[in-house]
């Protein structure tokens, strides 16, 4: 991914088999370490959480999710 997102982008990210599906809450660190903060709830997230939580990508791990 590029620095196109922004807060509140919904983003998802393949970690194994695993797919993450989240909010962006905030992007930080320096230019070529691009952090991004993602919120993780089940109305997005599905049955990955239980209960609202963060979790913290590198931001070319992350896709922005397309309007369908």
Do not use: C, K, N, W
Request: charged content about 30%; cysteine-free.
């Amino acid at each position: 991914m590029s620095d196109e997102l922004a807060y509140r982008d919904p983003v998802v990210a393949r970690v194994g088999q695993v797919e993450y599906r989240g909010t962006v809450r905030e992007i930080y660190g320096r230019h070529e370490r691009r952090q991004v903060v993602v919120d993780l709830t089940p109305e997005v997230s599905g049955y990955i959480v239980a209960e609202p939580t963060t979790a913290v990508f590198p931001i070319e791990e992350l896709h922005l999710v397309e309007a369908a």
